[in-house]
């Protein structure tokens, strides 16, 4: 569950599109998966999208940029597709029961987007050396942090959450466990069958539910 888009609710409107962009953003998620950020060459960015280099530095600055916009696209309307789920049935802890039931589907990831464990992995490694880009995972972080704390404290007004629970506690659990995951995708590690997992999480969400 890495970064998140600009909004916990769905807005009903259709993205502009933009096919080069989205090639654009697709090749750099890509050169960023497989090189990492220090290896990564807008050079070859270009030739994965079919372009030359002028058309990507006519919107991006460089690679940071690049990054910051591939890793955006990457998870862009990720709580509109929670809050869509079939199984939200409108009280805010079913997105943590659908949530956490995601971390289990390895599903392929939308190559348009191109959201691959292996480019957010690069990126969080590429953080620990290059200041700009802590700069950047540290702003998604805190920006999906704000938005896990609205869908926690709003489930605790209605009810679903024992109040006297600490909000960030629970966000900095729900962080943990989904960047442990990443690990065990990018390694292929077994993971638990899909229904044992949501068990598992549904009993976590009625433990911290408000005492009978």
């Not at 007004?157 to 006297?164: A, K, M, N, R, V």
């Not at 997992?197 to 009978?212: F, K, Y």
Request: contains cysteine; glycine residues 10%; hydrophobic residues 40%.
């Amino acid at each position: 569950m890495p970064l998140v888009s600009e909004s916990t609710e769905p807005t009903g409107e259709d993205p502009i599109e933009d096919p080069l962009g989205d090639r654009l953003l697709a090749a750099a998620a890509a050169e960023f998966a497989a090189r990492g950020y220090a290896g990564a060459r807008v050079a070859e960015i270009a030739r994965r999208a079919g372009v030359t280099t002028g058309a990507i530095y006519s919107r991006y600055r460089g690679k940071t940029d690049l990054l910051a916009a591939a890793l955006g696209n990457a998870t862009a309307g990720e709580f509109d597709a929670l809050f869509a789920d079939h199984r939200f049935q409108g009280r805010m802890e079913d997105i943590l029961l659908i949530a956490g039931s995601h971390l289990v589907d390895r599903s392929e990831p939308d190559e348009s987007h191109g959201a691959t464990p292996g480019m957010l992995l690069e990126s969080f490694t590429a953080a620990r050396h290059e200041p700009e880009v802590k700069a950047i995972m540290r702003a998604g972080m805190e920006d999906r942090r704000r938005r896990l704390a609205e869908i926690v404290d709003a489930a605790k007004d209605g009810g679903g959450i024992d109040p006297s629970l600490d909000t960030d506690a629970i966000v900095t659990f729900c962080h943990a466990v989904g960047l442990g995951f990443l690990l065990l995708e990018v390694t292929d590690s077994p993971l638990p069958a899909g229904h044992h997992w949501e068990e598992l999480i549904r009993r976590l969400v009625t433990a911290v539910a408000p005492p009978s």
